[in-house]
């Protein structure tokens, strides 16, 4: 504990912890409220065109805020014991004014939104407020309406948990069966082994599923084999149809996508529409109509999503109102959804597949988000896999699906793949590079990772360029006796420089189907 304390006060102490943690601690009673940035739940009455509103903010955000609004307007606490204290952890006795550091020069939006901060505190002071009663009547009738149809508030940990202090900031106890069912929806995130109990963020099945089809599919898996004609039919049945939060940006776009987890379907999301249409692209399913429709829908909807820079976000389109990143909660670093490289790529894949090409003004458009993405390096960064060999890799793959692999955009990239390969063979990256641009592609080899390097070099190299060689039996050297890589690092992103995901699957699917392309090309280079 002593140990800890120490490392706390050298990292600038409580009152440089993330806003999220001082809200929490808040809400034990153990920091004071003048710590915590201003939430009120007045945030959900400014109307759609105004600068600041939920619905400029990510999905995830929003999730995150509107039921601590709630939790922040009541003041509620759960009081921690009397004995349970945190005031060594504080490095000065200024406490909350490090927390709210204005910038030096006077006019940015940071100090905008520190001045609003204190206009909203000295609003929470007055004994009437006006706009009160109407935003705590939206803002519960928000959360009860996202409850419904999903595995708990968008179906992430940090929103669920939120949720269930709002509920019961509202008067609701534990043993409610509303509250209850949230709780357990928390408690189907653990995972519990013999010394530990740890908490998974979310839950990736339908993610999962898709990858491992087109693994499988790529290795040579009958179309009519039953395990993906089973796996196909559970896909169907989640595409999700109803209305979501995505459509406060794209009113006019019929429903389609499909959602991450088992139930969410406030909040589908282009990644996982991509790589489920991909799946069942050529899966010999019985009902040929019903699968048919099913893939016209998710191509309607993943061309409709597209933003207006040309690329494509996670779950919102035209989400990149950078001046919400300067809102003093927004430091988790994720307060926007805006258009990235990799979630891109992954449409441009799915589209090439399906028959569009570089001509067509969406993929056009697409194409030139990309050229202006690409880092000098030759890398693109990599939003939701670390970092750079995941970006580069899902760029130089949609290029292939497209057939345009003569691409300007490719020899840099490959240029850049070359360098960053281990003297193994393999390739690595630590989460450190988004921290740090000069660490991309550096770090001990992984399976995921040597993979994506691999699928990336495959997309423009002979199987016999001895770079491509080496990676490929890296992977086959390290397959295990019973067919699996073993992988413990971590290679999937939350939210960068504050979170990261270990996606368990990632090192059994993407070598898979990295090894079946490199057998595939070295086949088709010995018949010609």
């Known amino acids: 504990m002593a140990r800890a304390r120490r490392r706390v006060l050298q990292l600038g102490g409580l009152e440089r912890t993330n806003s999220f943690v001082r809200f ?13 940035p201003a939430m009120p739940p007045e945030l959900i009455v400014l109307p759609r065109w105004s600068p600041v509103n939920i619905y400029e903010m990510s999905s995830w955000t929003r999730a995150i805020v509107v039921p601590l609004t709630l939790s922040y307007a009541h003041k509620f606490r759960w009081q921690a014991p009397e004995c349970a204290k945190v005031d060594e952890l504080f490095s000065g006795p200024t406490r909350s004014a490090a927390a709210f550091e204005p910038d030096r020069e006077l006019l940015t939006w940071r100090n905008v939104f520190l001045l609003l901060n204190r206009i909203a505190r000295l609003y929470e002071q007055l004994p009437r407020k006006p706009f009160r009663r109407r935003a705590l009547r939206l803002a519960e009738h928000w959360l009860m309406e996202h409850l419904e149809r999903s595995d708990g508030l968008a179906a992430i940990y940090p929103a669920m948990m939120n949720a269930v202090f709002a509920l019961l900031a509202l008067g609701r106890t534990p ?254 990256e630590t989460c450190e590079s988004y921290a740090d641009s000069s660490r991309a592609g550096q770090g001990p080899s992984t399976a995921s990772q040597t993979a994506w390097g691999l699928i990336g070099l495959l997309a423009a190299c002979s199987p016999t360029d001895p770079p491509t060689r080496r990676a490929a039996m890296y992977l086959v050297e390290r397959q295990g006796a019973d067919g699996s890589w073993h992988e413990n690092a971590t290679t999937g992103t939350g939210f960068p420089e504050v979170f990261y995901l270990r996606y368990d699957l990632y090192r059994q699917s993407f070598p898979l189907s990295a090894l079946a392309r490199y057998a595939k090309r070295c086949a088709n280079t010995r018949r010609n």
């Open 24 to 36: 929490y601690l808040a809400l034990a009673g153990v920091i004071a409220w003048d710590m915590v």
């Open 175 to 428: 043993d409610d069966p509303l509250t209850a069912r949230q709780i357990d929806r928390l408690a189907e995130l653990e995972i519990e082994c013999d010394t530990e109990l740890r908490l998974q963020p979310c839950l990736s099945p339908v993610w999962d599923t898709a990858i491992a089809m087109v693994a499988a599919q790529e290795a040579g898996l009958s179309p009519d084999h039953p395990a993906l004609i089973e796996a196909g039919g559970w896909l169907l049945q989640r595409q999700i149809a109803g209305p979501g939060d995505w459509q406060s940006n794209t009113p006019h776009v019929r429903s389609g996508g499909w959602a991450f987890e088992f139930r969410n379907d406030f909040y589908p999301d282009v990644d996982d529409t991509a790589f489920v249409l991909m799946a069942l692209q050529q899966l010999a399913y019985p009902d040929q109509g019903r699968m048919r429709g099913a893939i016209r829908a998710g191509l309607a909807w993943l061309v409709g999503m597209q933003n207006d820079d040309g690329g494509w976000g996670a779950f919102d389109r035209n989400n990149d109102r950078a001046i919400l990143t300067q809102i003093p909660f927004a430091d988790h670093n994720a307060m926007i959804d805006p258009s990235t490289a990799d979630v891109t790529a992954r449409v441009l894949e799915c589209l090439g597949r399906f028959g569009y090409r570089a001509a067509h003004p969406v993929v056009a458009r697409g194409l030139d988000f990309l050229r202006r993405e690409q880092t000098t390096c030759g890398a693109w960064y990599g939003r939701w896999g670390v970092n750079y060999i995941y970006g580069t890799s899902g760029v130089l793959r949609c290029l292939e699906a497209l057939e345009i692999t003569t691409d300007p955009m490719v020899p840099p990239a490959i240029a850049w793949l070359r360098r960053v390969q281990n003297p193994d063979g393999g390739f690595g």
